[in-house]
């Protein structure tokens, strides 16, 4: 199912405001995976597609702890273990000289796995088209309903020029 094509149905809007009320609107009617594109961020508008808080800061914490600990660990296991050297007397497993090495690791494994989990949330990359309208930067915000969300592509249009949008089109994504 991976190659099948799907169709949606896009809305052209001119304000946040219509934008945000149609995505409201078509989340209280239960309509699923509803999408937005706008120029730039709309207050409110991940509440109103009903999306929810991402997993991507998680990975990047519970790695960096992760990557961190590992450089504790080398670090131990390589001057109390593999190659003891006393050094001015200071214990084998003197920590606070590892601090560096361990936010390093920190931060590296951390932002490593951020990027593969980034990666992974965005789905890239994409081999699906994608919607190429240049007022979208501009000054137009679009609303796109998918026509599996099990309505009709006649009630979502309806729908759209109900709501207040410019333009309404079936769209491939």
């Given amino acids: 199912m991976k190659d099948e094509v799907r169709h949606a149905v896009l809305g052209i809007f001119r304000d946040p405001d219509s934008i ?5 609107d078509a989340g209280k009617r239960g309509w699923k995976h509803l999408d ?29 702890f992760t990557g961190g600990l590992l450089g504790l660990i080398f670090q131990g296991w390589t001057s109390a273990i593999d190659w003891p050297l006393n050094v001015g007397g200071k214990s084998f497993f003197s920590w606070p000289a590892f601090v560096p090495v361990m936010f390093e690791c920190a931060i590296l494994i951390g932002g490593i796995c951020t990027f593969i989990a980034l990666w992974m949330a965005c789905r890239l990359p994409k081999t699906r088209p994608c919607i ?42």
């Fill in 132 to 173: 190429h309208d240049e007022r979208l930067t501009d000054d137009r915000f679009a609303l796109i309903v998918p026509l599996y969300s099990g309505v009709s592509e006649e009630e979502i249009e309806e729908f759209m020029k109900g709501a207040g949008a410019d333009e309404v089109r079936r769209v491939e994504i």
């Fill in 36 to 64: 937005a594109i706008t120029p730039y961020p709309v207050h409110g508008m991940e509440h109103a597609l009903g999306l929810r808080q991402s997993w991507v800061p998680w990975v990047t914490l519970v790695m960096g």
């Fill in 20 to 24: 945000l009320n149609a995505a409201r």
